[in-house]
């Protein structure tokens, strides 16, 4: 079956970085787009970063550009997050998800999430 | 950006109700919108596609319709394991989520 498992979370303080993975499993891997999508304590759903099924393409939200790298090793079946520079308002579950139809697509598998505090 | 507005924010329902919950686009995004129902600490799961189309395993008491920038999210006949937060997604450009709508019980 489909799995996705986010790890690489936790606490770390303002101006350091993080790199999240995402191992996945049940599918292949090298045929979808990936996104992370992340949430902020009792707020909405955001999709901070996108990556092409071959790694060619990528897109992130403006209040992460420069800052998050989204990489994905195809024969290993891993997605990443490298997250530099991090700010208070990063804190936040970050998911990672399929996208079956692309960049601009609508996810029908979920990780787990992965929780980032960014606190002093 | 396209941004995404949802109504209402919190909606108070029985079980047996039928509801339905808008979500307006800030411009047209044909059909390509999503509805995902949230529970607490779980991640999201999707409902409908395409601004219509049941994904496998949903029940049917779960409907989607519109189209260009207005859309809506009905259940029918409400369960108690219903009661959730329910998002909707644009995927014309990239995505956005709007800002969810609480069901809880009157």
């Known amino acids: 079956q489909v799995q996705l498992v986010e790890s690489g979370g936790g606490v770390v303080q303002p101006g350091r970085s993080l790199r999240l993975s995402c191992a996945v499993s049940?599918?292949?891997?090298?045929?979808?787009?990936m996104h992370w999508v992340r949430q902020a304590p009792g707020k909405a759903l955001e999709c901070v970063a996108v990556?092409?099924?071959?790694?060619?393409?990528?897109y992130y939200v403006e209040s992460v550009k420069g800052r998050f790298t989204i990489s994905r090793d195809n024969p290993k079946n891993t997605l990443f997050l490298q997250m530099n520079n991090l700010r208070a308002e990063d804190t936040a579950v970050y998911y990672c998800?399929?996208?079956?139809?692309?960049?601009?697509?609508?996810?029908?598998?979920w990780g787990q999430g992965t929780l980032v505090i960014v606190a002093s | 950006d396209i941004q995404m507005t949802q109504s209402p924010s919190t909606l108070s329902a029985s079980v047996g109700d039928e509801v339905t919950i808008t979500c307006r686009a800030s411009?047209?995004?044909?059909?390509?919108l999503a509805w995902y129902q949230q529970k607490p600490g779980k991640a999201p799961e999707l409902l409908i596609y395409?601004?219509?189309n049941l994904e496998r395993g949903v029940p049917r008491r779960f409907s989607g319709g519109g189209s260009g920038t207005e859309f809506t999210l009905t259940i029918s006949s409400l369960q108690p394991d219903d009661f959730a937060i329910y998002y909707c997604?644009?995927?014309?450009?990239?995505?956005?989520f709007g800002q969810g709508t609480k069901l809880e019980i009157k």
């Open positions: 997604q644009q995927y014309h450009t990239y995505s956005t």
């Open positions: 411009q047209s995004i044909d059909g390509w």
């Open positions: 395409k601004a219509s």
């Open positions: 049940g599918f292949i891997f090298n045929r979808y787009a």
């Open positions: 990556i092409w099924y071959d790694g060619s393409n990528k």
């Open positions: 998800a399929r996208a079956p139809i692309g960049s601009g697509s609508y996810y029908d598998y």
